[in-house]
């Protein structure tokens, strides 16, 4: 249907580049492989686990595997796709759990709508916490930062080139974002490089004055040490200026 559109083709282009950038993609942190390890997505294994156990009851038809096979390819492709795949295979996961009935009760009718606005409550949570449109400060810079940042030849981390698009581009031109097929392999390896500390030919060469950067980095360590001073700051990022 995509190729119907004014930029079909070139969504297919986009794809077939995307494709061809392993390189890069595996110095990009949500496109590693993913951390089965971890408290977060570890428990892709146990919904596995499930499918495997509802498969041996029978719960599981061979139709069904047309679509749980390509969702568990999926989830362990990379960091980023085992979410999707858990939102997919979870229903074929839960049948490893033995079906029971509640007995017809007075006032199971109004049990079951407390427990429905319950859930509704605890998703619309999020919301109410902080507010629609407002983004996460530890995750975002903020617009004073934005505005610290402007009017120099940046460098700025992948994961903050996007939002620098949306913010301030083309005023604010950036380094580099999370696009594995927009930027070389080259320039994502010169990125880690420059993140470990090695800055000094690469911001000479892109004549670098101003970098948004975040205090966790060895970067962040090594401009301070350097004498790059601090133009402003919150709790996650820094926009230091060279001396």
Not at 43 to 62: D, N, Q, S
Not at 116 to 135: F, I, N, Q, T
């Given at each position: ?11 297919w282009e986009t794809v077939?580049?995307?494709?061809g950038s392993a390189e ?220």
């Amino acid at each position: 249907a995509t190729l119907l559109t004014a930029h079909g083709l070139g969504t297919w282009e986009t794809v077939i580049k995307f494709g061809g950038s392993a390189e890069t993609l595996a110095l990009i942190e949500e496109w590693k492989v993913p951390d089965f390890v971890s408290v977060v997505q570890g428990p892709f294994l146990l919904i596995l686990f499930g499918i495997i156990v509802a498969a041996i009851r029978g719960r599981i038809t061979m139709r069904d595997l047309i679509t749980i096979v390509p969702f568990v390819i999926i989830g362990m492709n990379a960091r980023r796709t085992v979410f999707p795949a858990v939102i997919v295979l979870l229903p074929w996961a839960a049948l490893a759990v033995p079906a029971f009935r509640l007995a017809a009760a007075k006032g199971s009718e109004m049990l079951a709508k407390a427990a429905a606005v319950a859930v509704v409550a605890l998703v619309a949570l999020p919301m109410v916490v902080r507010p629609l449109g407002e983004l996460d400060p530890e995750r975002f810079p903020t617009p004073e930062l934005v505005e610290a940042f402007e009017g120099d030849r940046q460098f700025n981390g992948s994961g903050e080139g996007g939002y620098l698009i949306y913010a301030s581009w083309p005023e604010v031109p950036v380094f580099i974002d999370d696009r594995a097929e927009l930027y070389p392999f080259q320039h994502f390896s010169e990125y880690h490089d420059i993140l470990r500390g090695e800055y000094v030919e690469p911001f000479e060469r892109w004549e670098v004055d101003v970098a948004l950067t975040q205090r966790e980095w060895t970067l962040t360590d090594v401009l301070l040490r350097d004498g790059w001073t601090i133009r402003a700051e919150n709790e996650t990022f820094l926009v230091l200026g060279r001396p």
